[in-house]
């Protein structure tokens, strides 16, 4: 197998199981490396790091898959990952039929992504390295879940670096364009091939549980960035009395219409339009909410854009502010990888000083449990709340 041996000083973090290895940080290599390649990874004197896979064309070159020297990467390694990662998703007793099955370095699977929606699953590779095992992965889930039919997505950021094919389809027995799934007691159309992500958002599974607690019969609720009505349908099924729910995208709006129906609602307004424009609109309107949810895409892909998010994310807080009623709520989330809590935290208290509203915090929420985060990379820790009372 080859064998790298990382810069002196990078040792103690590897041994700390940070998992990843930048190309700089690679003092030699046995002999040339390819591309997907497994890899001995050694500090500088050759004593044992760790196995992973190799890409030396992008700048995390390799992802640790085992720490243990006696742990050697194979195909049954990661099926037995794959087993794993399911029977903890079997302890979570997550009250749905979605859920993450493997969250990429979350479960020891970097550069994988497994979605379930009911029978079917969804995988992603983001790394030209897992995308070697794709049979493996295939056969575990085919032995654990037993799918009627499994979608691959292509994460087409991650497919661009890595150099992996865009591709989409199915990979294993049938998959309908639209599959029903069920999230504490509503409902939800999936269009797995057409939907964003692998079809829904389900790291916000336990935010749109706790919206519940908030709304009063007769509230007036907006769900800002509603995609397919996760936070407006919580909202009305609690007995809001009005609720709107904003989105760009129509094909997202014309499923959120589709899942009031499938849920028994009516009553929601679904309004087509760029969020900023549409909080502005409100605003010139003078409109006021008891209860606003505001959960944009991530505004930053790097850290360069991160300023530029957060002018964004400061425009949403200010601009969510004004329209609270004296005693209502605001959530705002980021998913951006490099927006840090803190992050959020600072923009409100800006938000907070420039528009002459004091707010209390009155929760933090974070990705739901089937996407656990490594604590030696905070920045796994991707999605963010903060739900604050407006006073
Ligand atoms: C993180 S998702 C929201 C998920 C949703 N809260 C849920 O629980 O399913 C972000 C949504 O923002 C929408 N979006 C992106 N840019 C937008 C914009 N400028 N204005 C309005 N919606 C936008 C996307 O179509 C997507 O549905």
Same mark, same amino acid.
């Given at each position: 197998?080859?064998?790298?041996r990382v810069k ?8 700390g199981?940070?998992p ?8 030699s290599?046995?002999r ?16 044992f790091?760790?196995?992973g ?8 070159a390799?992802?640790?898959l085992?720490?243990?020297k ?14 794993e990662?399911y ?8 009250n749905s039929?979605a ?16 979605d379930?929606y009911?029978?079917?699953a969804?995988?992603?590779?983001t ?6 095992f794709?049979?493996a ?14 979608y ?5 950021t991650?497919?661009k ?13 049938? !998959? ?5 799934i ?7 159309y999936i ?9 829904f ?14 709304v009063?019969?007769g509230?007036?609720?907006?769900d800002?960035?509603? @995609?397919?009505?996760?936070?407006a349908?919580n909202?009305?099924?609690?007995g809001?009395?009005?609720?709107? #729910? ?10 959120g ?6 849920n ?6 679904? !309004?087509? #339009? ?9 605003d010139?309107?003078?409109e006021?909410?008891d ?10 892909k ?13 425009e949403l ?23 840090t809590?803190e @992050?959020?935290l600072?923009?409100?208290r800006?938000a907070s ?6 707010v209390?915090?009155?929760a933090?929420t974070?990705?739901d449990?089937? @996407?656990?985060w490594?604590l ?6 991707y ?5 604050v009372?407006?006073?």
């Open positions: 197998m080859l064998q790298v002196p000083g990078i040792e103690d973090r590897v041994r199981f940070f990843w290895i930048y190309r700089p940080e690679i003092a290599f046995s040339k490396p390819k591309k997907g390649e497994l890899v001995v990874v050694r500090d500088f004197a050759g004593k790091l760790g196995y896979y190799i890409n030396p064309e992008v700048s995390i390799i992802r640790i085992s720490f243990d006696n742990e050697k990467v194979s195909p049954e390694l990661i099926k037995k990952r794959i087993k990662a029977e903890y998703r079997k302890r979570l007793y997550i039929n859920y993450r099955l493997v969250h990429s370095e979350g479960d020891l699977l970097p550069g994988l992504i497994v379930v009911g029978e079917y969804v995988i992603e590779f790394t030209y390295g897992m995308n070697q794709r049979e992965v295939i056969e575990a889930l085919l032995e654990t879940i037993k799918p009627k039919g499994i691959e997505k292509a994460n087409l991650a497919s670096v890595e150099g992996i094919g865009t591709e989409e389809g199915v990979v294993y027995g049938e !998959v309908p364009e639209e599959v029903v069920w999230e504490h007691d509503l409902k939800f269009n797995i091939p057409e939907g964003q992500k692998t079809g958002f389900l790291d916000q599974r336990n935010s749109r549980k706790f919206v519940r607690s908030l009063e019969p509230d007036r609720c907006l800002v960035f509603c @995609h397919t009505g996760g936070f349908l909202m009305k099924k609690m809001a009395k009005e609720v709107i #729910a904003v989105d760009i995208s129509d094909l997202a709006l014309e499923m219409k589709k899942n009031e129906e499938l028994g609602l009516s009553g929601i307004e679904w !309004v087509e #339009a760029n969020a900023f424009d549409f909080l502005r609109k409100l010139k309107a003078k006021e909410f209860l606003i949810v505001i959960d944009p895409p991530s505004f930053a790097n850290k360069h854009s991160v300023p530029n998010a957060l002018r964004g994310y400061k807080c200010v601009r969510g502010l004004k329209l609270v009623k004296p005693g209502g709520y605001l959530a705002i989330f980021s998913c951006s990888f490099h927006i809590q @992050h959020l600072q923009v409100l800006e000083y420039d528009v002459r509203r004091q209390r915090v009155i933090t974070f990705q449990k089937d @996407h656990p490594i030696q990379m905070p920045n796994t820790l999605l963010k709340g903060v739900w009372e407006v006073m």
